[in-house]
Structure formats: C-alpha cells, structure tokens
C-alpha cells in the first residue's frame, strides 16, 4: 500500500531446528536474539541474516527469553525448572553452524523449582554502577522476576539465585505472560482467566487490576516510558491499559485466532501483534486501528519484537521482527514508520 509503514525485508527460514517461542533484541545494535522448543537460543545479523551466535546447556524447551538493558547478559527459563543468565559475549564467540549447538556453561543458573519459573525477566534498577548489574563487575547485583503456575511472581538474586520475596495476585493462577517495567518499578502478570496483575515491586503492593479480556491472557508488555502495558490473549484481542491511573485505553480487534504475543512502538504510536491466524499486525494507537497487516509466516505468529535502543544508541525507526511455528524469522523494515 501507498502508505506502508513497513515492508518485509530480509528472512531467514528453518532458523530453528523446532517452533520459535521468543525474539527480543539486543538494545543499540541489529542484533536479534531467538529461542523457542529447541532447547538453543541463537543470536542473528538483522543486516545480513547470518547466525553470529548460539548458547545451549540443556536438551529442554526454553520458555521465556530477555536481555538486560545494558545488552550484555540474556535470561532464559526452560522446561527443567531452571533459569539461566549467560553472557552475550559468550554467545558470539560460538557462531553458528554444525558445531554451533554444542552445550556450553552459563554465568549462572537457578533451580526455581517445579513451574516457579515459567516466564522470566530481569529487573533493571536505576542508580547506576553495581546496582544496575555488569557483568565485569565483581560485585553483580541483579533481580530476576518469574511468574509461576500458583498466581504469584517470585523476586530472585542475580548473583546467587537466591529467592527474595513473592508478589501474590491471592489467586492460584498460571501465569503464562509476565513484563517489567523499563524503569524497574513495576511487574504485570497474567495467565488462565482473564484478569491482568500490576504490582509495585519495590512495596510489593498490587497497584491495579485488569479484566477487560474474555479468555486466558498469553502475553504483557510494557512500554518504553512505562506507562502503558499492552495485553494479548486466546479472545483474539489486543488490548491497551493506563498502569498510572489503573484504567483501559482501547481494545483492537482484527485478528482471527489467539493473539500469541504483542509488544509496544518504542515512541508509544504503534502496537505489534502476533497470532495463531499467521497474521502479524500494526496498530495505530492513536486512530485506534489496524493500519498494516503481514502475512509472512505459514502457520502461527508467535513472537514480535521491536528494535531496541540503548543508553548510546538510539534507533530512530526501530525495525519489526517476528517468528513463529514454521520455524521463520522475518525482519520488516521501517518506510514511515
């Protein structure tokens, strides 16, 4: 269309030897992070397609996918019960290829119990140095954030894998979508039912409470000045909430299966979607509608990411990423947008 905002650029097929769950970016760079049923997490050249890193530990699906914000460190839970934090350096230096796979040891790794730890996510917290985590630093003080099968996100150290303290929604849930806040202030779940949990992490208070879906809640996500957390569940809707003053923005409806997963425009002005209908979305939050839909993938959309910045490097007009059933990535390059 005449006025496409992204058009689909380059793609990598059979990335993944199985379904691919997850992609997040490395923030500042063209870097895209993947994981999914085959137990590997690869990392790829946007540019150029290339597979320049692989880490595996484990033969157990990985189930949740993040990277700090410093870009430095990833965390994945798998289906053993475990998290893991690994170095991106150690990544790259195992590029892909027939010897790609081959186990290797991560910087640390927490035995979170039996589905204490089905998505995970690190919590950044500002003030600098130390406190932020690095992984040169001796000192390492990081917080983990996990959603479990009884209702409840779990707190962990970084540095030890000690459980700290549990956030509980009082209903014994499982939490199948999990987000913290880019400022470290705020953690959302959600899972079977329809409610969505906001807590303030550092009082451990819940703050609000959504229930505008009709069906389970597959994925949350916060934007990037932490103020709006978009929703996507089985109603086949995407959905938009204020966490500052607990209330509903929109809902967008368009899709024609369960949305798997939806993330917000670094700028706030557009919302991508992935669903069981194949179908990757973008919606205008300001004109409250679907503006462009992509139909690259042969079976279900499950994952979608927007290229992250970093505290150097600003990506001015973010690229798009998808992956999905059919074992694809698709990047989508910013026209407009």
């Known amino acids: 269309m005449a006025s496409a905002l992204y058009t689909p650029g380059a793609a990598v097929e059979q990335a993944h030897d199985d379904d691919i769950w997850h992609c997040s970016w490395i923030p500042g760079k063209h870097h895209l992070v993947t994981a999914g049923s085959d137990e590997v997490v690869k990392i790829w050249d946007a540019q150029t397609g290339d597979c320049i890193g692989t880490l595996k530990d484990n033969d157990y699906a990985i189930t949740s996918l993040d990277i700090n914000a410093q870009g430095t460190r990833i965390l994945t839970s798998s289906m053993d019960n475990k998290m893991r934090i690994w170095n991106i350096d150690d990544a790259l230096s195992r590029p892909g290829g027939d010897g790609g796979a081959r186990k290797c040891k991560p910087a640390l790794v927490v035995d979170s119990g039996p589905i204490n730890a089905w998505k995970s996510r690190f919590v950044h917290q500002a003030g600098g140095g130390e406190a932020r985590g690095s992984n040169s630093s001796a000192g390492l003080k990081e917080i983990l954030a996990s959603s479990t099968d009884s209702g409840t996100i ?3 150290s970084g540095s030890d ?3 700290m303290r549990e956030l509980s929604t009082s209903r014994r849930s499982f939490m199948y979508a999990l987000a913290v806040s880019p400022d470290g202030t705020k953690a959302a779940c959600a899972g079977v039912g329809s409610h969505i949990y906001v807590f303030d992490i550092e009082s451990g208070a819940l703050s609000c409470t959504f229930s505008g879906h009709s069906d389970n809640v597959r994925s949350v996500s916060f934007s990037a000045d932490s103020t709006l957390l978009v929703t996507a569940s089985d109603d086949k809707q995407v959905q938009l909430y204020d966490v500052r003053h607990g209330v509903a923005v929109t809902a ?3 899709h024609h299966g369960w949305v798997l997963g939806a993330e917000i425009h670094p700028g706030g002005m557009y919302i991508a979607s992935a669903s069981l209908d194949t179908k990757v979305k973008v919606w205008d939050v300001g004109q409250r ?13 499950w994952s979608v990411a927007w290229q992250r910045s970093s505290d150097d490097v600003v990506a001015m007009k973010p690229m798009l990423a998808s992956v999905g059933e059919d074992r694809s990535i698709h990047f989508y390059d910013p026209l407009l947008a």
Do not use: I, N
């Open 154 to 156: 779990k707190l962990w």
């Open 161 to 163: 894998g000690r459980e």
């Open 252 to 254: 967008f409806s368009g």
């Open 289 to 301: 509608k679907c503006v462009e839909t992509h139909g690259q993938h042969s079976s279900a959309a």
